[in-house]
């Protein structure tokens, strides 16, 4: 089975631009979170998405945005980006009655905003 | 609303010695517990997860885990840590039958030769 990937793993962008950040989710997998971690912190809960509708969220501002598609991929955008907005964002996909909330993380996007 | 601390942000320790990272958690409803470790510029790992039962638990790479519900605390162990063990560790916590977990901040295990 194929484990979760992540693009891009590097990019830099300069405030206020908008980015995209790309995940597919592992085989048999239909629910997939993301997460902000910065530098020496823990990971942060952006948001869930399951059936390609967010089912929760964490206290992040509405210009962090997602999608998640039929084939359960996904897509976190950022609008707007500030500085506050370097990290790292993981990707995590897991099966809802499964498994009991295990996560299965990506390597992540490192991002830095300038 | 559910939060961990962890406790201690770096453990230092010498190869071969025992390790304790320590997890206290909060919650008004039942949860699951979970231990991840993240290596260098890697995602996290699921290292070991408590669910319900015996509150003993034992993860990969010999770590294991106890479950003490009255004083609400998950604290990892390894009887003999080697250099590879040097990552940083999460611990976290998820409602049952909620959506989302929540992580501590993380403790950074630094293992010396």
């Known amino acids: 089975e194929t484990g979760v990937t992540q693009s891009p793993t590097h990019l830099i962008k300069t405030r206020g631009q908008q980015v995209t950040l790309r995940c597919s989710s592992q085989?048999?997998?239909?629910?997939v979170s993301w997460y902000q971690q910065a530098l020496g912190q823990g990971p942060q809960f952006i948001f869930q998405?399951?059936?390609?509708?967010?089912?929760g969220r964490g206290n992040f501002p509405p210009r962090f945005s997602g999608l998640q598609f039929p084939n359960y991929s996904s897509e976190l955008n950022v609008n707007a980006l500030e500085l506050d907005d370097s990290a790292l964002y993981l990707c995590?996909?897991?099966?809802?009655?499964?498994?009991?909330?295990?996560?299965?993380f990506g390597e992540g996007s490192r991002l830095t905003v300038l | 609303a559910q939060s961990v601390t962890q406790l201690d942000s770096q453990v230092p320790v010498f190869e071969e010695a025992p390790v304790e990272l320590r997890c206290n958690y909060s919650s008004s409803v039942s949860v699951y517990l979970f231990w991840y470790v993240q290596y260098p510029n890697q995602g996290l790992q699921l290292l070991l997860k408590?669910?319900?039962?015996?509150?003993l638990v034992k993860g990969i790479n010999g770590f294991e885990a106890e479950f003490n519900k009255s004083q609400t605390s998950f604290h990892l162990r390894k009887p003999s840590v080697h250099i590879s063990d040097t990552a940083e560790y999460f611990c976290?916590?998820?409602?049952?039958?909620?959506?989302?977990?929540?992580f501590g901040a993380g403790t950074r295990l630094f293992v010396k030769a």
């Open positions: 976290a916590v998820s409602e049952t039958g909620g959506f989302k977990t929540i």
């Open positions: 085989s048999g997998h239909n629910t």
């Open positions: 408590y669910l319900s039962g015996s509150t």
């Open positions: 998405y399951y059936r390609e509708e967010e089912n």
């Open positions: 995590a996909s897991s099966f809802v009655g499964r498994s009991a909330g295990e996560l299965f």
